[in-house]
Structure formats: structure tokens, C-alpha cells
């Protein structure tokens, strides 16, 4: 449904741009690359060209059929997620390495975070023992990921347990 109706608007000469784009590479590059081939088939069967922003869109339709919910609920992730990286420049004032084994693991959980959130789900047991060691330990971190569920609790109303500021800490401390 979605390809037929950008081929439409494509012929329309509505051409969309996709404010998420940087974004969906970053957090989704799997499904981003299987949104570039399918403008490619487009291209190649069809001879249209679509811009790069359609395979953002496509992309996100990918996301939506792994998580099984609506597609509103993956750019809510999406703008979590975004928020999430963009407290932490803001605290370490640099950007994370995106090329690190570690950079992947953080978006990774933090894609789960955010899905947590927006299926208004709790993560478990609470660790408060181990919370005080990585407190202590890593307490910038621990600031960062702080200002984060503070974040989510004043755009989401989520309250983030102890386990989250702990998962949490632990992968701004790594990146």
C-alpha cells in the first residue's frame, strides 16, 4: 500500500521529505538498506526514481512489522530514541562513535527503552544494590541517563525503575 501510493505521489510530482532520515539510518541501518533496494527495484522495474527519503519511509514500515504495532508507535521510538542521543551529546558534549561494538549495543537497548515506553511497560525486578556500585562508579553517566528518564517522564509520563537507570548508565558509561 505504501509503495503504491508514493509511486502515486510521485507522479504527482509530491515529492516528501523525511525529517527521521539521519535517524532511521542510524538506529535502523538493516531495514534502511532494504528500503534502498526496494527504490532500486522501483527504479529498475518501473524506471521511477525515488528520492532517498522514501527509502526512510519504507524502512519504517519494516520496523513497524517487526514490533507489531502501529507505525505511529516506531517514530514515537524513533523521537525517544533521538531525544535519548541527543542528552547525551548534550551531557558529554561530543558525538558517540557510531562505529563501536558499544555504540550498537546502546542503540540496541535503547530501542527496547523506548519501545518499553511506548508499550507503557516496566522492565522488571529492581537492582538498587548494583544501581548504588554503577552510581558510584560511572556518576556522569549516571547524571545522563538521569536527565534521560526525567525526559521520559515529563514527554511520556513513563517513570523509568531502577533497573532502566542502571541498563542505562551502564551503556552511556561504555559509549
Not at 126 to 147: G, H, I, S
Request: proline share 3%; glycine share 6%.
Amino acid at each position: 500500500d505504501h509503495i503504491n501510493f508514493a509511486i502515486e505521489r510521485i507522479g504527482q510530482g509530491i515529492k516528501p521529505e523525511n525529517a527521521l532520515l539521519w535517524e532511521i539510518k542510524q538506529f535502523y541501518p538493516q531495514e534502511f538498506r532494504l528500503g534502498q533496494y526496494a527504490v532500486e527495484l522501483i527504479k529498475e522495474r518501473l524506471g521511477m526514481d525515488m528520492p532517498e527519503d522514501e527509502a526512510g519511509f519504507i524502512a519504517m514500515h519494516f520496523v513497524n512489522a517487526q514490533i507489531g504495532g502501529e507505525i505511529r508507535e516506531v517514530y514515537d521510538m524513533t523521537y525517544l530514541m533521538q531525544a535519548a542521543l541527543r542528552i547525551v551529546r548534550e551531557v558529554y558534549g561530543a558525538e558517540p562513535d557510531s562505529s563501536t561494538i558499544e555504540y550498537y549495543r546502546f542503540i540496541t537497548h535503547l530501542k527496547f527503552f523506548a519501545r518499553r515506553i511506548v508499550g507503557s511497560q516496566k522492565y522488571g525486578d529492581e537492582d538498587t544494590d548494583l544501581l548504588e556500585v554503577v552510581r558510584f562508579k560511572y556518576p556522569r553517566a549516571f547524571a545522563c541517563a538521569e536527565k534521560i528518564c526525567s525526559y521520559v517522564l515529563t514527554e511520556k509520563g513513563f517513570r523509568a525503575g531502577d533497573n532502566e537507570l542502571l541498563y542505562l548508565t551502564i551503556h552511556i558509561a561504555r559509549v
